[in-house]
């Protein structure tokens, strides 16, 4: 049954399904992340099970929903496949070093300057102006940022690099995988399958010199207790990594951007909270006002990111446009009574997640948005 189809009782319940799945498993495989790297302080072997769960879990998925293959020239690979595997790569470190060193909820305050680096790269590289509104938006990501750090009780400077470092990966990666969905017409799950695939051999010879060089040396692998209890929780690590992209892509396909954005927002809030009550992290109510502000400040962002794309669509960008735009053609009805479907409708917009880092949008061959919004 297609979604417009569904008894809206019965699609908005199982929305909320849905939403409450994303978040229990965004939060707890955050929290489960920071009791294996307070035991077990290895976040290249965290990324690694991370990474491994996407080429283990993505590929029978791909071939039970029937995604495409795409082919891929040489060229791709060299300037945008390597590039972006190694992003996917460094990113996870990074994000993985930054929770080991800092509480959850301050890593996840500083992953809300996504917005921040998103603008400013995209000014640079793709030479990308905003609106005012959008630029006045990043102020309360910056102030809440800066609030949540100067009062943050358990700072380490490593920690901030390291997650500022991911968050700009994060970004790279939005913009130049955008231009790859855009240009090849690959779907975004079989791109992130192939990242994954190549970022494994970037990741296994920093894991052989960095993790398990000191296992053989320190003889940590006999020194660890509860290894099976440390095995099984990598691998939840890796599965709740793994389902709350395939659960993430599956509310954007069933609820507006803007919806999105608000149920991202809500998420992020519950990784905050639940983290804060699980793991008892010491906090001020100065540095809990500083990560809400940050978090609202990405909803503004987006918000302020829909409002300039609704009036491009609106305004006529060519001669033919500004004669259809002058004279309206009367629309024609379809026998089932609505309105003729239009392909550029906002379901199709373009987004980027700290979570999937890919733009998500039904896989349609005719994808031409150039739509950039932060989540």
Same mark, same amino acid.
């Given at each position: 049954?297609?979604?417009?189809?569904?008894?809206?009782?019965?699609?908005?319940?199982?929305?909320?399904?849905?939403?409450?799945?994303?978040?229990?498993?965004?939060?707890?495989?955050?929290?489960?992340?920071?009791?294996?790297?307070?035991?077990?302080?290895?976040?290249?072997?965290?990324?690694?099970?991370?990474?491994?769960?996407?080429?283990?879990?993505?590929?029978?998925?791909?071939?039970?929903?029937?995604?495409?293959?795409?082919?891929?020239?040489?060229?791709?690979?060299?300037?945008?496949?390597?590039?972006?595997?190694?992003?996917?790569?460094?990113?996870?470190?990074?994000?993985?070093?930054?929770?080991?060193?800092?509480?959850?909820s301050y890593a996840h305050t500083v992953k809300a300057t996504m917005p921040i680096w998103v603008v400013l790269l995209s000014?640079?590289?793709?030479?990308? #102006?905003?609106?005012?509104?959008?630029? @006045? +938006? %990043?102020?309360?990501?910056?102030?809440? *940022?800066? $609030?949540?750090? !100067?009062?943050?009780?358990?700072?380490?400077?490593?920690?901030?690099?390291?997650?500022?470092?991911?968050?700009?990966?994060?970004?790279?990666?939005?913009?130049?995988?955008?231009?790859?969905?855009?240009?090849?017409?690959?779907?975004?799950?079989?791109?992130?399958?192939?990242?994954?695939?190549?970022?494994?051999?970037?990741?296994?010879?920093?894991?052989?010199?960095?993790?398990?060089?000191?296992?053989?040396?320190?003889?940590?692998?006999?020194?660890?207790?509860?290894?099976?209890?440390?095995?099984?929780?990598?691998?939840?690590?890796?599965?709740?990594?793994?389902?709350q992209n395939v659960i993430a892509f599956s509310i954007l396909n069933l609820i507006s951007p803007l919806s999105y954005a608000?149920?991202?927002?809500? #998420?992020?809030?519950?990784?905050?909270? @639940? +983290? %804060?009550?699980?793991?008892?992290?010491? *906090?001020? $109510?100065?540095? !809990?006002?500083?990560?809400?502000?940050?978090?609202?400040?990405?909803?503004?962002?987006?918000?302020?990111?829909?409002?300039?794309?609704?009036?491009?669509?609106?305004?006529?960008?060519?001669?033919?446009?500004?004669m259809t735009f002058d004279n309206p053609m009367p629309e024609k009805i379809q026998a089932n009574g609505s309105g003729p479907?239009?392909?550029?409708?906002?379901?199709?917009?373009?987004?980027?997640?700290?979570?999937?880092?890919?733009?998500?949008?039904?896989?349609?061959?005719?994808?031409?948005?150039?739509?950039?919004?932060?989540?």
């Open positions: 049954m297609a979604v417009a189809d569904r008894p809206p009782v019965r699609e908005g319940i199982r929305i909320i399904f849905l939403c409450v799945c994303w978040y229990t498993v965004s939060s707890g495989g955050n929290i489960v992340n920071k009791i294996i790297l307070n035991g077990f302080p290895y976040p290249v072997t965290v990324s690694l099970f991370h990474i491994i769960s996407i080429v283990v879990f993505l590929p029978p998925l791909l071939r039970a929903w029937g995604v495409p293959k795409t082919e891929l020239s040489s060229r791709y690979y060299r300037w945008y496949i390597l590039p972006l595997a190694f992003g996917k790569y460094f990113a996870s470190v990074s994000a993985h070093f930054s929770i080991w060193k800092v509480p959850v000014r640079i590289i793709m030479r990308e #102006k905003q609106t005012t509104k959008v630029y @006045i +938006s %990043l102020i309360p990501i910056i102030g809440g *940022v800066l $609030l949540a750090t !100067v009062t943050e009780l358990s700072f380490d400077v490593s920690g901030l690099i390291s997650a500022l470092a991911a968050t700009l990966c994060f970004s790279l990666q939005n913009i130049f995988s955008k231009k790859v969905l855009r240009d090849i017409k690959i779907h975004h799950l079989r791109l992130l399958n192939i990242l994954g695939f190549h970022a494994v051999f970037f990741m296994l010879p920093t894991w052989v010199l960095v993790d398990l060089s000191v296992f053989l040396i320190n003889g940590d692998l006999y020194d660890i207790s509860s290894w099976s209890s440390t095995l099984l929780l990598l691998l939840i690590s890796g599965f709740c990594n793994f389902a608000v149920a991202n927002a809500t #998420k992020r809030i519950m990784v905050i909270s @639940i +983290s %804060l009550f699980m793991l008892r992290n010491p *906090v001020t $109510l100065t540095n !809990v006002l500083g990560m809400m502000t940050a978090i609202v400040g990405v909803f503004l962002y987006n918000k302020a990111k829909y409002d300039a794309n609704k009036e491009k669509k609106l305004l006529p960008s060519t001669k033919q446009d500004l479907f239009s392909h550029g409708s906002e379901q199709q917009h373009s987004w980027n997640s700290d979570h999937f880092q890919y733009s998500r949008h039904a896989y349609t061959s005719n994808y031409s948005g150039n739509h950039q919004y932060v989540v």
